[in-house]
Nanobody, 120 residues
Framework: VQLQASGGGLVQTGGSLRLSCSAS????????MAWFRQAPGKVREFVAA????????YSTDSLKGRFTISRGNGRRTLYLEMNNVIPEDTAVYYCAAQSAGDVRGAYGYWGQGTLVTVSS
């Protein structure tokens, strides 16, 4: 399984950004996929996840209403729609995939990360 995240960049407070993660590999369409983020000097934290068929999503309460996770392109691309961003959203965002397990826990496959910087 290979994951390639993209779409990061510099955005102003209140703006929007969409991250993408292209996934390849055997059975990836049957994997749960997720976004995590790691801000400078902080531990990596769970952002959101989506089930293999896209029917169920999981998110962090503090980000509900601003961030939306989805998957498309035959379930091979993961998206994170980020709206009304704030400086605290500045972080490296990672996509991840797993075949089973806690959707907020350990994932076996990780992308390289894409940097999002929110200016005030």
């Amino acid at each position: 399984v290979q994951l390639q995240a993209s779409g990061g960049g510099l955005v102003q407070t209140g703006g929007s950004l969409r991250l993408s993660c292209s996934a390849s590999g055997h059975s990836i369409t049957r994997y749960t996929m997720a976004w995590f983020r790691q801000a400078p000097g902080k531990v990596r934290e769970f952002v959101a996840a989506v089930s293999w068929n896209g029917a169920t999503t999981y998110s962090t309460d503090s980000l509900k209403g601003r961030f939306t996770i989805s998957r498309g392109n035959g379930r091979r691309t993961l998206y994170l729609e980020m709206n009304n961003v704030i400086p605290e959203d500045t972080a490296v965002y990672y996509c991840a995939a797993q075949s089973a397990g806690d959707v907020r826990g350990a994932y076996g496959y990780w992308g390289q990360g894409t940097l999002v910087t929110v200016s005030s």
